[in-house]
Structures are given as C-alpha cells and as structure tokens.
C-alpha cells in the first residue's frame, strides 16, 4: 500500500475488541518508533507500554483511551532533545510526535485501530506511575469494532481544502 492509502485510511478508533495485540504485532509498532527521526537523533524518548489490566485499570482513571487492550505512553527527557539555539526551544516534543505518528501508521498497516490521547493530566499520571520523564503523548491501540471503520472518502468531507493549508506571505515581505 502507498503511504497516502496508508494515511487516508488510519482513522481515531474509539471502539476496540477486547481482542489482545499479538506480540509480534507490538514489536513491529516499537520498530516503527525505534526507525522514527528525531532531532539530530538525540532520541529523547522512552515507550511505557501497558497491556496488563492492572495498569490499564489504573490509567482510566486519568485518561480515556476507550477500552483499547494496548496503551503505549511516549515519555520524553525533555532536556536530553535537541535545543535550538535562537529561542531555546527543546524538541522533545515534536520527536516524541514523530515517534508517536510512526507508530500510529504501523498500528493501521497491521489491521490495527488507533486513537492519539491528548486529554490528561501529564503530572497525575505521572504521580500515578512513578514516571520520572515527562508524558507527551498517549495511544490506544487493538482491533477495532467492525462497524468502527470510516470511509476513506471522509477525508474530502472533513478535511480544510488544500487551498486553505497553503500560506502566502505579505508580498512586500518576500
């Protein structure tokens, strides 16, 4: 499959089977965040994978990742990324975004569901785990409900026209 068929059909899954994720299938996610670029490749990241219900049990009460047999958390040591020197920005987390989409496309090209949480509390969960690193980002992953599946197409219907996406600076800018 090309990589715009990949995209196009990578959609948030918001009902999961209770089905487990194959642990072959999970090795192939954590190569796809292993492969992931990062700035200047310091690789700031570390994966927190929960599959336990114990753990899963636990992290509902900070987050709602729908069920999903698999949760991966990317963690970040934000002052280990790289910093650009103008600003001091640290890219922990833009890399851990990378990582987050690679994995989140290797989820869709095993016939897997996903859905990116960004509504937590990084400190709660924190706390809850005895987490030293920050928590940049959360996916939910497992096989979706059939009727889950959206359309392709969607994309023509909820998407901004590409139009809108092009930006053109004040001309006596330029």
Known sequence: MD??????????????Q??????QKIDAIIEAAHVAPTAANLQPHKLFI??????LSKLSAFANFYDAPLVIMVLAETTASWQRPFDKKYFADIDCSIVTDHMMLEATSLGLGSVWIGYFSPEEIKKAFCLDLDVVSILAIGY???????????????????SKLIYHPKKECI
């Open 18 to 23: 209770s089905k487990k994720v194959e642990q």
């Open 50 to 55: 929960l599959e336990k219900e114990q753990d």
């Open 144 to 162: 979706a409900q059939e009727n889950a599946a959206l359309s392709s197409e969607r994309h023509q219907q909820t998407r901004k026209p590409i």
């Open 3 to 16: 990589f715009l068929s990949l995209a196009k059909q990578r959609y948030s899954t918001r009902q999961f």
